[in-house]
């Protein structure tokens, strides 16, 4: 069972464009976090959210954590190429362990 | 950052043949490993948890017998897959964290397996 569902599935924009992937759920996370997946490699963490409504950002990324924590979303300003790659929420339930469900990952593909 | 190294990084073999892969990391000691797997286009899914010294917990619908794991050290946890079949072909991950039990994963590079 796939717990954390990400939308779009895929994305091809050109360059300078915004985008905004959605991560959503039906559970309730302690902590949720963001990777970029370049092909052929492990996945790379981007940004932990805790707190409810907690909005990150890192650089031209942002990163808001839903006010029941059920949900997410990355916005990208002024996507470039280097940012294609396979975007992946993850959450963690808390009750220890550490152990994460991640989505079900967005493909995004920026072109010049 | 921590450090974690997966080997080999790829490793092609016959359908019937085990292969084991080592998931090391380098610069911490971790109490827990934890291994994926990830189809191609797709996300990746917990195959089974490692901590040092104990049995692996693994995920539903995980054979246990099939995939082996040993996490014998702080520093070193091994997969093995065990009479490999072509639909085992996937790329494995493994991620581990320090020891205070609420730390960040760090991921490895991964294996691509390819069972022919």
């Known amino acids: 069972t796939q717990l954390l569902e990400q939308s779009p599935q895929f994305l091809s924009i050109q360059e300078g464009e915004n985008l905004t992937v959605y991560c959503n759920s039906s559970s309730v996370f302690s902590s949720l976090q963001w990777y970029r997946q370049e092909p052929g490699e492990g996945p790379v963490l981007l940004v932990t959210?805790?707190?409810?409504?907690e909005v990150k950002k890192l650089k031209r990324l942002t990163f808001q954590f839903g006010d029941a924590r059920k949900d997410s979303s990355l916005h990208i300003t002024a996507a470039q190429p280097g940012d294609t790659g396979l975007y992946l929420c993850?959450?963690?339930?808390?009750?220890?362990?550490?152990?994460?469900?991640f989505g079900t990952g967005t493909q995004l593909k920026v072109e010049l | 950052g921590a450090v974690v190294s997966q080997h080999p990084s790829r490793v092609i073999c016959k359908s019937g043949t085990s292969v084991k892969i080592e998931c090391r990391s380098l610069?911490?000691?971790?109490?827990?490993m934890f291994w994926y797997r990830q189809f191609p286009k797709q996300s990746l899914m917990l195959m089974a948890t490692?901590?040092?010294?104990?049995?692996?917990?693994?995920e539903q619908g995980v054979e246990k017998d099939k995939f082996l794991i040993n996490h014998a050290s702080l520093t070193l946890s091994t997969l093995t897959v065990t009479s490999a079949h072509p639909e085992d072909s996937s790329f494995y991950i493994c991620?581990?964290?320090?020891?205070?039990?609420?730390?960040?994963?760090?991921f490895g590079p991964g294996t691509r397996l390819l069972v022919l």
């Open positions: 610069d911490f000691q971790a109490t827990t």
């Open positions: 490692s901590n040092e010294g104990s049995k692996a917990t693994y």
């Open positions: 993850a959450g963690e339930r808390g009750g220890g362990g550490n152990k994460l469900t």
């Open positions: 991620s581990a964290t320090g020891t205070s039990g609420r730390e960040t994963q760090y």
């Open positions: 959210v805790v707190t409810g409504g």
